[in-house]
């Protein structure tokens, strides 16, 4: 039986048919039958973002600042995990799992650091109708719920390096502007814990894992980052310095952390006596590092990819990579159809590619078509009676809407070859439009001129903090404060005698400014 959902969609099918005779407006559409998005991306971002992730990704929820995760979602999710949990067990991280609450007595321990997000953390005061004794406060990461345990374990040289990871999710109570998967108050991440007897053992794996995080998005979700070294201002207070991998909106110009790979040093080695018997029989201090990715990651794919008719996945991410639709006609046979259908279905599934049919009764085909494309799947087979005759389907691709007509005997070929052109010219478009945003500044006036023309800004800093404070000072409005986002590791020449765009004092290095996420 149909569900209440169901029935309504059944009901907007034929208005569709309608609509176009009874000359009714597009917007009037959409919201009778679900078709199509009411806002395009370059009109209203915040919009169509919003409904582009109702479209399966996300539902609202009656907290402010929680989503749910769908299925459509989550099965990127799984996939990033199933990649990344691979490569660091390749490097001998082990999972494990602590609780989600924190005893203040711990959380106080860390109050330098805590002293900044402390307005963040939630706290469980209740338990039915009567008080805690003693609130416990709900982790906003887990560097004060492991560490104790940290110090209890490591006791000589043979105790490291030890490497941790948990797969959980955090809560931070954010203030400013919810955004689906890009700021919530819940979100799930892997956070790595580790530590080494030498800074450089921990100098190396903060790389590594960076460019775990790099591919990550560009080699699964097709989105252009930078890796780099974060500001004194921007870095976590904690440490003692932070790396990541940025990347960019074109749309509204800002910038957004994609993932951060830290060396801790060790100061919370002092603070939580994590010592070690070295070799030669003396107390050392351990090197530590921490290391986390997001949901986050799907929001920046969403906003990377999408287009005027909604999501458009990568296929390396898709849950569906190729979807069958049957395109029956009168007096065709549709049986026939139906059959090829599934039967291509098969085969692609034989071959590990993640296809599925859709032989729905109550959908038009092109309604089909619409609410795939909607939902982002990189490439649509449609059959035909035609097809059905000359023994081909026809492809069309999500990212570029090209079709073409390929013969059943080379179809898991050719639908392998697609699937990677699509995934390659993804990336290659997204860095397109990316490096047309770059915009390298030499002085004030030129970075405020890129700044209102919402530009990725490289320019030459003199690496002060008070320079940057000062910065975002100028820089305050509405829109938010502009700031640094990383400093390349990869560096353009730097002229001698090259000065601070802000400062005018020499300037130490290349830096991408501007306003973020
Ligand atoms: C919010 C409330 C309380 C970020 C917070 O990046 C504490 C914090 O410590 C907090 N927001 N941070 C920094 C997190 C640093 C670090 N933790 C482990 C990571 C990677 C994973």
Not at 367 to 389: C, Q, T
Request: proline share 5%; hydrophobic share 35%; net charge neutral.
């Amino acid at each position: 039986m149909a569900g209440p959902s169901e029935k309504k969609e059944k009901v907007a099918k034929v208005k569709v048919a309608t609509a176009g005779t009874s000359g009714k407006k597009k917007k009037d559409v959409k919201k009778e039958t679900g078709l199509g998005l009411s806002v395009k991306k370059d009109e209203n971002f915040g919009e169509w973002y919003s409904e582009v992730c109702k479209h399966e990704m996300i539902e609202y929820y009656d907290i402010s600042g929680c989503y749910i995760l769908r299925p459509w979602s989550m099965a990127i999710w799984e996939i990033m995990h199933t990649f990344f949990d691979a490569e660091i067990k390749k490097m001998k991280v082990k999972n494990c799992y602590f609780p989600l609450f924190v005893s203040p007595g711990v959380l106080e321990k860390e109050k330098d650091h805590i002293e900044g997000f402390a307005p963040e953390v939630a706290w469980v005061t209740k338990s039915g109708k009567s008080d805690l004794e003693v609130p416990i406060a709900i982790r906003p990461t887990s560097e004060t719920v492991m560490y104790p345990y940290y110090s209890k374990w490591i006791r000589g040289h043979r105790d490291l390096p030890l490497k941790l990871n948990q797969w959980c999710n955090v809560v931070r109570w954010e203030f400013s502007n919810p955004t689906p998967f890009i700021r919530s108050r819940e979100f799930l991440w892997q956070e790595g814990h580790t530590a080494f007897a030498t800074k450089e053992e921990a100098d190396e794996e903060v790389l590594q894992i960076l460019e775990l995080y790099r591919r990550i998005y560009e080699e699964y979700l097709a989105v252009p980052v930078v890796k780099g070294m974060k500001s004194e201002n921007e870095k976590f207070a904690g440490g003692l310095y932070t790396t990541s991998v940025e990347a960019f909106i074109p749309n509204t110009g800002r910038g957004v952390q994609g993932a951060t790979s830290h060396c801790l040093g060790q100061n919370f080695a002092k603070m939580f006596e994590i010592n070690y018997e070295n070799e030669k029989g003396e107390t050392a201090m351990v090197w530590q590092n921490s290391w986390a990715y997001s949901t986050r990651t799907i929001g920046v794919m969403i906003m990377t990819h999408g287009d005027d008719k909604g999501l458009i996945l990568p296929p390396k991410v898709a849950s569906v990579q190729v979807v069958v639709i049957p395109v029956p006609y009168k007096d065709a046979n549709t049986q026939g159809i139906f059959d090829a259908c599934v039967a291509t279905v098969s085969a692609l599934s034989e071959a590990g590619i993640r296809a599925e049919e859709d032989l729905r009764d109550n959908y038009s085909p092109g309604w089909k078509y619409s609410n795939w494309e909607m939902k982002g799947v990189p490439l649509r087979i449609e059959i035909g009676p035609r097809d059905l005759e000359n023994d081909q389907v026809r492809t069309v691709r999500r990212d570029n809407g090209v079709k073409e007509d390929i013969p059943r005997g080379s179809l898991v070929e050719h639908v392998k070859e697609l699937l990677e052109k699509i995934q390659q010219n993804m990336y290659e478009v997204a860095k397109q439009k990316r490096e047309a945003c770059v915009q390298e500044v030499k002085t004030w006036d030129e970075f405020i001129e890129a700044l209102n023309k919402k530009k990725l800004i490289l320019a030459p800093w003199c690496d002060e903090e008070e320079v940057e404070r000062d910065v975002k000072a100028r820089t305050k409005g509405e829109t938010g404060a502009a700031k640094t986002l990383c400093s390349p590791f990869e560096q353009p020449e730097l002229p001698e005698g090259t000065l601070c765009f802000a400062s005018g004092k020499p300037a130490k290095k290349w830096t991408y400014w501007g306003r973020s996420y």
